[in-house]
């Protein structure tokens, strides 16, 4: 740690010991990241995975994405379990680390030491919910036949950006169980829909950034604690140079991603009329529908415009109209410029361990295994399947049976 804080300056690192001199949480947030933070969509992602080692533990992990909508680490650390105390420390570090920006998100899944810990270190951001895990807790909760025809009414719900089409699919929702729309109230609308929500969430609405950089540890997770959080920094460090050139090589206003969903609104506006209202305001008629954009103001009756932050179909047909630059109205978060300056800084290796140059108070310092008891048996390997989740079975090809395949059929056939 403190080699990773001497390469990397800038770096803030931290650890704590239990009195007895034993491990209890570590935690990293490379110069990298705080730098390429102000980059990113005011958006961090936290989440916990265990560790399938013989002490056990959980990797806390805070993650963005960048302006091609890719996953940028933020920190990590490494605790006992999630409880109200590690989930709070963790929040804490991140605030001492990255600060607080205008219009923040966090989000998580509904675990109630999170809930917690967010309400008392950052009760001035907006704390929304990952909606794949409540649609879990809906499926769990109302255990119906139907159950499975929650998610894709939920999911359009979620993500609706106007009023009308939210109360279209509550309504669907209605018809498969009138309890949903109570429960979701209590919870608060505001946590999981993005036309309630008070601060943008762009496109983030699922934990796939957070699973998505699991997935990527999924070996490393078997590793002692030092092992591990070298690991991270490696991962770090290669993400960061392999996106860095592939920022340099753009040669578009606006990252690939964002360059292609430009372009396809420009395609759509193509259909659509445009007839000024006064000096602000233009109606757009699409198909049946009147949308009123205003280009002072940044907004749309659609809502995607300000929601997302980017010229959807209907102030692109107006400003096609009135030959006004669409590059103009998209935010900073999608260009090619600030894609490139999220990666300027980099993440440099720790060196040999033959080779530190460590002040000599070091060779005093011990740091014990955790004091939690060796589980009996092999480590858990695979996260434990909700009540909800069945597994897939294959389907042979030969006789139609579930379970196994055609070259394995034992079904003898005339």
């Given at each position: 740690?403190?080699?990773?804080?001497?390469?990397?300056?800038?770096?803030?690192?931290?650890?704590?010991?239990?009195?007895?001199?034993?491990?209890?949480?570590?935690?990293?947030?490379?110069?990298?990241?705080?730098?390429?933070?102000?980059?990113?969509?005011?958006?961090?992602?936290?989440?916990?995975?265990?560790?399938?080692?013989?002490?056990?533990?959980?990797?806390?992990?805070?993650?963005?994405?960048?302006?091609?909508?890719?996953?940028?680490?933020?920190?990590?650390?490494?605790?006992?379990?999630?409880?109200d105390k590690s989930w709070e420390w963790l929040l804490k570090k991140i605030k001492?680390?990255?600060?607080?920006?205008?219009?923040?998100?966090?989000?998580?899944?509904?675990?109630?030491?999170?809930?917690?810990?967010?309400?008392?270190?950052?009760?001035?951001?907006?704390?929304?919910?990952?909606?794949?895990?409540?649609?879990?807790?809906?499926?769990?909760?109302?255990?119906?036949?139907?159950?499975?025809?929650?998610?894709?009414?939920?999911?359009?719900?979620?993500?609706?950006?106007?009023?009308?089409?939210?109360?279209?699919?509550?309504?669907?929702?209605?018809?498969?169980?009138?309890?949903?729309?109570?429960y979701l109230e209590k919870i608060g609308h505001e946590k999981w829909s993005r036309?309630?929500?008070?601060?943008?969430?762009?496109?983030?609405?699922?934990?796939?950034?957070?699973?998505?950089?699991?997935?990527?540890?999924?070996?490393?997770?078997?590793?002692?604690?030092?092992?591990?959080?070298?690991?991270?920094?490696?991962?770090?460090?290669?993400?960061?140079?392999?996106?860095?050139?592939?920022?340099?090589?753009?040669?578009?206003?606006?990252?690939?991603?964002s360059e292609k969903k430009l372009i396809g609104n420009y395609v759509q506006s193509?259909?659509?009329?445009?007839?000024?209202?006064?000096?602000?305001?233009?109606?757009?008629?699409?198909?049946?529908?009147?949308?009123?954009?205003?280009?002072?103001?940044?907004?749309?009756?659609?809502?995607?415009?300000?929601?997302?932050?980017?010229?959807?179909?209907?102030?692109?047909?107006?400003?096609?109209?009135?030959?006004?630059?669409?590059?103009?109205?998209?935010?900073?978060?999608?260009?090619?410029?600030?894609?490139?300056?999220?990666?300027?800084?980099?993440?440099?290796?720790?060196?040999?361990?033959?080779?530190?140059?460590?002040?000599?108070?070091?060779?005093?310092?011990?740091?014990?295994?955790?004091?939690?008891?060796?589980?009996?048996?092999?480590?858990?390997?695979?996260?434990?399947?909700?009540?909800?989740?069945?597994?897939?079975?294959?389907?042979?090809?030969?006789?139609?049976?579930?379970?196994?395949?055609?070259?394995?059929?034992?079904?003898?056939?005339?």
């Amino acid at each position: 740690m403190e080699m990773l804080q001497k390469t990397n300056p800038g770096t803030i690192i931290d650890i704590e010991k239990q009195d007895d001199d034993s491990f209890k949480y570590a935690f990293v947030a490379l110069n990298a990241a705080i730098k390429g933070w102000p980059n990113c969509k005011p958006i961090i992602v936290v989440d916990a995975t265990f560790l399938k080692v013989a002490y056990g533990g959980t990797l806390l992990t805070a993650n963005t994405q960048d302006a091609e909508s890719k996953d940028f680490p933020l920190a990590y650390c490494i605790v006992d379990s999630e409880n109200d105390k590690s989930w709070e420390w963790l929040l804490k570090k991140i605030k001492e680390a990255f600060g607080v920006r205008e219009y923040q998100c966090l989000i998580s899944d509904r675990h109630e030491s999170t809930i917690k810990a967010t309400r008392k270190v950052f009760p001035e951001i907006t704390h929304g919910y990952y909606i794949f895990h409540l649609l879990s807790n809906l499926k769990t909760k109302f255990k119906k036949k139907n159950a499975k025809h929650f998610r894709a009414p939920f999911f359009a719900a979620a993500k609706a950006y106007t009023e009308m089409e939210f109360e279209f699919h509550m309504r669907e929702l209605d018809n498969l169980d009138k309890r949903i729309r109570p429960y979701l109230e209590k919870i608060g609308h505001e946590k999981w829909s993005r036309y309630h929500s008070k601060n943008n969430r762009y496109s983030t609405m699922t934990s796939n950034i957070a699973e998505a950089l699991d997935s990527a540890n999924l070996a490393e997770r078997e590793t002692p604690v030092t092992t591990l959080m070298e690991c991270l920094r490696a991962q770090m460090q290669e993400w960061t140079y392999n996106n860095r050139k592939e920022a340099q090589k753009c040669t578009t206003r606006l990252t690939p991603s964002s360059e292609k969903k430009l372009i396809g609104n420009y395609v759509q506006s193509l259909r659509l009329t445009v007839k000024p209202a006064n000096q602000n305001l233009f109606e757009v008629i699409d198909e049946d529908r009147t949308r009123i954009v205003n280009l002072k103001d940044k907004t749309c009756t659609c809502n995607r415009f300000q929601k997302n932050e980017m010229s959807c179909n209907h102030p692109v047909a107006v400003m096609k109209d009135l030959n006004i630059n669409t590059y103009n109205y998209c935010a900073q978060y999608y260009t090619s410029k600030t894609w490139l300056q999220t990666y300027e800084e980099t993440v440099y290796p720790v060196g040999n361990v033959r080779e530190w140059e460590l002040p000599d108070f070091f060779k005093h310092v011990i740091v014990l295994p955790p004091k939690e008891s060796i589980k009996s048996g092999r480590p858990r390997k695979r996260k434990m399947a909700t009540a909800w989740e069945t597994k897939k079975q294959n389907k042979c090809g030969k006789c139609g049976q579930k379970g196994h395949n055609k070259k394995t059929c034992r079904r003898i056939t005339t």
